[in-house]
C-alpha cells in the first residue's frame, strides 16, 4: 500500500520576478506546519524587503504573490495573488 506524502507548507521569497522566472535561489526560506499559516505569512510578511513570495507544497508552487506599490490611504497592504496554472501533459499528436 502506498503511504500518502507528508504536505510540506514553505514559503520562498525573492528579489524579482525575473530572478524567479530565472531559476535563482530563493533569498529566504520559511516552512509551515500548516497552509494556512503558510499563505498568510506569504501574503504579509517581509513587506518592502522582498516583492516576491512564492506558495510551495512541497516542490509544487501553488501561487505567486507580488507587492503593489505603497498606497497611503490603506492602513495595511498585501501582497497580490497570482495562482500558478496547472502544467497540461505534452501530447504527441496534432
Not at 535561489?25 to 516583492?51: D, K, N
Not at 510551495?56 to 498606497?71: G, H, I, K, S, T
Amino acid at each position: 500500500m502506498l503511504e500518502a506524502k507528508p504536505q510540506n507548507w514553505s514559503v520562498l521569497f525573492h528579489a524579482t520576478l525575473a530572478a524567479w522566472r530565472q531559476g535563482d535561489i530563493a533569498l529566504c526560506r520559511v516552512e509551515f506546519a500548516s497552509y494556512e499559516q503558510a499563505l498568510a505569512w506569504a501574503r504579509t510578511q517581509e513587506m518592502g524587503q522582498f516583492p516576491l513570495a512564492t506558495l510551495m507544497e512541497n516542490d509544487r508552487v501553488l501561487a505567486v504573490y507580488l507587492e503593489p506599490p505603497p498606497d497611503p490611504l490603506l492602513m495595511r497592504q498585501e501582497r497580490v495573488e497570482i495562482p500558478a496554472l496547472p502544467v497540461a501533459p505534452a501530447s504527441g499528436g496534432h
